[in-house]
């Protein structure tokens, strides 16, 4: 493997870090996410139902680092509250909240049939 892409395995990692230590947001999304791969364990879930929980996890941890980045950058142009920062925050902000609504959605389509069995 060639330096250039093990530096770029570095830095990706350096900022995911990064963000888990500065955005509560991503720390709460990381620990649901424990929380589900813990329970799809307790309730030994498919294998379909865990590649579906586990592409959701990733997607909304996606969104959320996105959301942040876009932050930053924002941020980092402005100090003052401009009316297309806002915008752009928020529409970042917006797409976390569709992410998470949808995947919770189809979390509990996978998991209520494994809880009724349990019961």
Do not use: C
């Not at 350096?14 to 888990?20: E, P, R």
């Not at 500065?22 to 139902?49: C, Q, R, W, Y």
């Not at 917006?94 to 209520?112: E, K, N, Y």
């Amino acid at each position: 493997m060639s330096s250039r892409r093990i530096l770029s395995f570095k830095y990706a990692l350096s900022g995911i870090v990064t963000a888990l230590k500065e955005e509560p947001n991503l720390k709460f999304h990381f620990l649901t996410g424990l929380l589900v791969v813990i329970l799809a364990i307790i309730l030994k879930i498919s294998m379909i139902d865990w590649t579906i929980i586990i592409f959701l996890i990733g997607f909304v941890i996606t969104v959320e680092l996105t959301n942040t980045a876009i932050e930053a950058v924002v941020d980092a142009f402005t100090d003052q509250e401009h009316p297309k920062a806002k915008i752009a925050k928020d529409i970042s902000a917006g797409a976390v909240l569709v992410a998470a609504i949808t995947s919770a959605i189809i979390g509990m389509m996978i998991f209520l049939p494994y809880l009724q069995w349990t019961i």
